[in-house]
């Protein structure tokens, strides 16, 4: 995946199906396109249970409620989380943004994350905002 800037502060995001996905990023505040996408890459930051960063961009898990971090449940999710840390994540974008992150259903090395986080900590699906029922 590589970021190419143009003269605004517009990123074009190439992710694994090879078409540019424009994200208005500046390299720092994305905004997908309202069709399904694929981001492919490492997991480059853990930033709590719920959202993580592909190749340095924020991703939050779609349908997935987490205490926040801060909070002892909050801290023992993103603990539970971190060792997905440098691990090849795959995506789903489902079109979604909320505060600056891409939303998404994402595996980690083939293993559902938002699952994982739910069996391994206090995580719950969030209903509301399972797009696809995902989980």
């Known amino acids: 995946m590589q970021c190419r ?6 990123c074009q995001w190439y992710l694994s199906i090879g078409e540019p996905v424009v ?7 994305p905004r997908a396109s309202t069709s399904k996408r694929i981001l492919s890459g490492a ?3 853990v930033r709590g249970g719920d959202t993580i960063e592909v190749n340095g961009i ?13 909070k ?5 999710a993103t603990k539970v989380t971190k060792p997905f840390y440098g691990l090849h994540a ?15 259903y994402c595996s980690i090395n083939g293993t559902d994350f938002g699952r994982y986080t ?10 509301k905002f399972d797009v696809w029922n995902g989980h």
Do not use: F
């Open 5 to 10: 800037m143009t003269v605004q502060p517009v």
């Open 90 to 104: 795959k995506c789903e974008l489902t079109g979604a943004r909320t505060y600056y992150r891409l939303a998404g």
């Open 118 to 127: 739910m069996h391994n900590s206090s995580c719950k699906v969030w209903e």
């Open 58 to 70: 924020p991703i939050r898990l779609a349908a997935l409620d987490c205490p926040e971090k801060g």
């Open 43 to 45: 997991v480059t930051h």
């Open 23 to 29: 994200l208005n990023y500046g390299c720092k505040t």
């Open 72 to 76: 002892q449940k909050g801290d023992y």
